[in-house]
């Protein structure tokens, strides 16, 4: 009779069906100014986004796409152990959540733990569920290369760039392992063809002139640094492409 009455107690006690439902509605609301915030691609920002993310959650823990957006926010702030416990959250609370699990994976990326990620992205590259197996790939490559197996990294690269030829990260790291196996001829194939796939990416822009530099095709490297610098906005990239248009000697004047 006791355990009955306590059982009784707590639904009595517990949120009515209108109490959850107002609750989700006011997570879902502050969810989308927080997209917003994220996403506006003239004046994103990040601050409010965490702020409005956060309430949201405070309204309804279990909403895995906020937790997803938290993660990617973290991320950016470099929090990465904040940004892995709410991915975790997020595949906890959805176990198909495969892009929740491929933005865990590139936690393990930037904290360096290449096992994790590796096993990881292999289970994702394998799920015939998973939509963006290419990112998964180009991710393997990665962790691979940072361990130093060049013939594995290639072979992933690879198979990311066949699998989504507009995908551009797989150029750019493939041309990067064959650039340290001074490769470079090839290595300017991919990352041509990369830059023919995304005119506006950066980086391939600035392995291209490292490579001219070293070939005494100092105008090419001039031309390659410059749309680096263009192209890289307000980023490290871009004050390494300066600094080495700096390094360049000046373009001779006609007589």
């Given amino acids: 009779m006791f355990r009955a009455l306590l059982a009784l107690s707590l639904v009595a006690c517990g949120p009515s069906r209108s109490d959850v439902k107002e609750a989700e509605d006011e997570a879902t609301f502050h969810y989308d100014l927080a997209y917003g915030h994220y ?5 994103a920002n990040a601050d ?6 956060l309430r949201a959650l405070e309204f309804n823990w279990k909403y895995p796409q906020a937790h997803v957006l938290a993660g990617l926010v973290f991320m950016g702030r470099e929090r990465y152990l904040d940004a892995e416990k709410h991915f975790k959250t997020a595949i906890e609370q959805k176990a198909d959540y495969y892009d929740a699990q491929n933005n865990l994976g590139t936690v393990y990326l930037a904290t360096e733990r290449w096992d994790d990620a590796i096993a990881l992205f292999e289970k994702l590259a394998g799920n015939l569920r998973y939509k963006n197996p290419a990112n998964a790939q180009n991710n393997l490559g990665w962790a691979w290369y940072q361990k130093g197996e060049e013939k594995l990294a290639r072979a992933h ?3 990311a760039i066949k699998l989504a030829p507009k995908l551009c990260p797989p150029y750019n790291n493939l041309a990067m392992v064959l650039i340290d196996q001074g490769r470079l001829e090839r290595a300017k194939k991919w990352l ?5 796939r995304c005119p506006a990416y950066a980086e391939p822009r600035y392995h291209m002139g490292r490579i001219l530099s070293t070939q005494r095709d100092l105008a090419g490297a001039r031309k390659e640094f410059e749309r680096c610098v263009k192209f890289a ?5 871009a004050d390494l492409c300066e600094q080495r248009l700096r390094g360049l000697p000046p373009v001779a004047r006609k007589r």
């Fill in 39 to 43: 996403m506006d691609p003239a004046n």
């Fill in 233 to 237: 906005g307000e980023s490290p990239l």
């Fill in 48 to 53: 409010a986004a965490l702020q409005e993310i």
């Fill in 157 to 159: 690269f690879h198979s």
């Fill in 192 to 196: 041509g063809r990369g830059s023919r």
